[in-house]
């Protein structure tokens, strides 16, 4: 049982490869957040408990969904915000940093920061394995798919040096990258890969072989058919989660 988090008080003052250059911000900025939960993510095999856990929060005044951001150390560092207002989403505003009132912004840098770092570190460290997302939302629906959940979101496509560290110091050997679907079918009318297909492997294979030097390194990915057009593999929930583990190659 968590009785004390200790790094809550001075995780502050511990500096790490990954967070050198993060401004850390004061919790009670907030304190302007509700905690409501968006019904959508519900849908998509995100539990309240979960969201409670990872401290998604809801900005009433922009009908924000806000995923906070914390360091390895539980430090707040940021802020990635998921627009739910129509005008916003068709001016390219789908995500966004908080902004509030007084003109303070919430915003960091994405290739300094694994989410759900802070929260999923010890089963990293544990089970010395990690599931490799793109997005925060994977890591949420892993709350409910993993016995222990060791995944971590690289927000995108890039895997920083300073990323690898991080997982490097938890003594990772395993390491499974679990991109979304970017496409339609792997191969055409011809039986030849797609151009699409094409282009997710040379992404694939740039993660990999940064990672290849310090373990084993596995892709979970769709090749029967079950994810829709950019789906994460874990959108659709435990079971066909593991029926595309089943199909993971080296």
């Known amino acids: 049982i968590n009785i004390y988090n200790w790094e809550n008080d001075i995780g502050k003052y511990l500096r790490t490869k990954g967070n050198r250059s993060l401004e850390i911000y004061d919790r009670k900025l907030l304190n302007v957040l509700s905690d409501k939960y968006y019904q959508g993510w519900i ?12 401290g998604i929060k809801f900005y009433d005044r922009l009908q924000q969904i806000v995923i906070t951001i914390y360091d390895e150390n539980n430090n707040l560092v ?12 068709d001016k390219g505003m789908k995500y966004d940093h908080l902004r ?7 915003k960091f840098s994405m290739g300094s920061v694994l989410y759900g770092l802070n929260v999923n570190k010890g089963n990293i460290e544990y089970t010395k394995t990690v599931y490799i997302f793109e997005s925060p939302k994977s890591v949420l629906q892993c709350e409910n798919i993993l016995e222990l959940n060791n995944s971590i979101g690289i927000f995108g496509l890039n895997m920083q040096k300073s990323k690898i560290e991080m997982l490097l110091d938890l003594g990772v050997e395993n390491f499974i990258i679990c991109l979304d679907k970017q496409y339609r079918s792997m191969l055409d ?8 297909f094409e282009k997710y492997k040379k992404i694939v294979y740039k993660i990999a072989d940064k990672l290849l030097p310090y373990g084993k390194v596995e892709v979970i990915y769709d090749d029967i058919d079950l994810l829709e057009y950019k789906d994460s593999p874990s959108d659709k929930g435990k079971d066909i989660f ?9």
Do not use: V
Not at 100 to 106: F, R, T, Y
């Open 78 to 89: 940021g802020t990635h915000c998921r627009n739910l207002n129509p005008q916003l989403i």
């Open 100 to 106: 509030l009132l007084n003109g303070k912004e919430l």
């Open 43 to 54: 849908d998509e095999n995100i539990t309240l408990d979960t969201m409670e856990k990872f």
């Open 242 to 250: 593991y029926k595309l583990k089943r199909e993971i190659i080296e």
């Open 189 to 196: 009318e011809n039986g030849q890969e797609t151009k699409e």
